[in-house]
């Protein structure tokens, strides 16, 4: 069963950066893809972005495009989402998610502030 811990969320003003951490274990890092999704409040949860299991296919919501940068380090089992030029809309819990090993992290808040 594979866990997952999320951490660097926290409050920003608009125009930030922060970069949120996904350490995984109870799986074999390198055989996972991973993704981040995100839930504002009174909103579905929606898909952020998501890097391959080898790390050199990445795939960006148009709504993070240019901003956002998703990498891994196989050598820690840790996933990264370096998250720049942050705005309002960006206020949400952010989770880890792993594949095709199915698990969930229990999330991070960020939250932007104009």
């Known amino acids: 069963q594979v866990q997952l811990v999320e951490s660097g969320g926290g409050l920003v003003q608009a125009g930030g950066s922060l970069r949120l951490a996904c350490a995984a274990s109870?799986?074999?890092?390198?055989?996972?893809?991973f993704d981040w999704f995100r839930q504002a409040p009174g909103k579905q949860r929606e898909f952020v972005a998501t890097?391959?299991?080898?790390?050199?296919?990445?795939n960006y919501a148009d709504s993070v495009k240019g901003r956002f940068t998703i990498s891994r380090d196989n050598t820690k089992n840790t996933v990264y989402l370096q998250m720049n030029s942050l705005k309002p809309e960006d206020t949400a819990v952010y989770y880890c998610?792993?594949?095709?090993?199915?698990?969930w992290g229990q999330g991070t808040q960020v939250t932007v502030s104009s």
């Open positions: 998610h792993s594949r095709p090993t199915d698990g």
């Open positions: 109870g799986t074999t890092f390198t055989f996972n893809a």
């Open positions: 890097i391959s299991s080898g790390g050199v296919i990445t």
